[in-house]
């Protein structure tokens, strides 16, 4: 086993090699692979699952950082994919896993690019899977929602009611709790597994039940903040009764004013943790010192 990260790692697992690698750079993924080429004649299993966030909506979203998420997150799996077929076509059973997110087809606020990025994650691994499932390689994308990662302690911040808003996410969960890496890992390595040999081109989600919650406080959970209007349903069935649809046939059309775009963990869903755990947060934040009536503050 291989394990490429762009930081060398110095703990020691047996059986597992360590080596530097930079996925956005496709001569470090030329020489990663001509590497790999040089030590084992075949490759059996990939795992993509470099990934990065930034958490701002697009607005607020320079196009280098919205350039740089998609490095990582889309042209690197590309990089990576593209120079290993040479070696996954000498394997009787290869497989391919790439790491998406369920914010690849639900979206959470503030995370526009990185949205963006993993909603390419599902189309790629469907074509991957219709090129080269015929030369014995399968393909699957694993799409976690919320786990215990660094990325998501980042999102939890260091400062204010953390506590509270880690309780808000759990409670937003049917299952109560988010999940750990050793959950991902098992689908992982059932993916990797001849016990999945006729998996492939599948979006695998495992997200504790989050994007199948059923919509409760269901205005709130509207983009458009109301709820439908017969008449607007009314303009869509008869612009599909029309010939001005007459290209439209074998399709559900979706209007819900945004209620299935939105991850259930929109903020207004708990929106008075987030109040709560904002002010605290800001309490922390700010620090006071009296000195000759002298008060001074200091954002962080």
């Not at 110095?10 to 597992?16: E, F, L, P, W």
């Not at 998609?70 to 077929?85: D, E, H, S």
């Not at 979006?203 to 409760?216: H, M, R």
């Not at 903040?225 to 869509?236: D, M, N, S």
Request: charged share 20%; aromatic share 8%.
């Amino acid at each position: 086993m291989v394990a490429a990260d762009l930081a060398l790692q110095s703990a020691s697992v047996d059986g597992v090699s360590y080596m530097p690698y930079d996925v956005t750079d496709e001569t470090w993924v030329q020489g990663m692979f001509t590497e790999l080429e040089s030590r084992w004649d075949k490759l059996d299993i990939l795992v993509n699952a470099a990934g990065i966030e930034i958490e701002k909506t697009i607005e607020e979203t320079s196009l280098e950082e919205w350039n740089r998420v998609f490095a990582v997150n889309v042209t690197g799996m590309f990089l990576t994919c593209k120079y290993a077929l040479p070696l996954l076509r000498k394997s009787n059973s290869a497989s391919v896993i790439n790491f998406g997110s369920y914010d690849g087809y639900i979206a959470d606020p503030g995370l526009a690019a990185y949205c963006a990025s993993k909603g390419a994650v599902p189309a790629l691994t469907k074509a991957m899977a219709c090129d080269h499932d015929p030369e014995g390689i399968r393909v699957n994308a694993v799409c976690p929602g919320y786990v215990d990662t660094p990325m998501l302690q980042s999102f939890f911040g260091s400062s204010g009611d953390i506590d509270s808003l880690k309780q808000a996410v759990r409670d937003v969960h049917p299952i109560r709790n988010y999940g750990q890496p050793q959950d991902v890992a098992n689908l992982v390595n059932w993916l990797a597994s001849d016990e999945a040999r006729y998996a492939s081109g599948q979006l695998w989600i495992i997200d504790g039940g989050l994007s199948a919650l059923a919509k409760k406080d269901a205005l709130s959970r509207h983009a458009v903040g109301r709820f439908g209007k017969p008449q607007e349903i009314a303009r869509l069935a008869l612009w599909l009764a029309s010939d001005d649809a007459e290209f439209a046939s074998g399709q559900c059309y979706t209007l819900d004013g945004g209620l299935t775009a939105a991850s259930p963990l929109n903020p207004q869903l708990f929106q008075q943790n987030l109040i709560s755990f904002l002010f605290s947060r800001a309490v922390a934040e700010i620090k006071l010192s009296v000195d000759n009536r002298t008060v001074q503050t200091r954002r962080v």
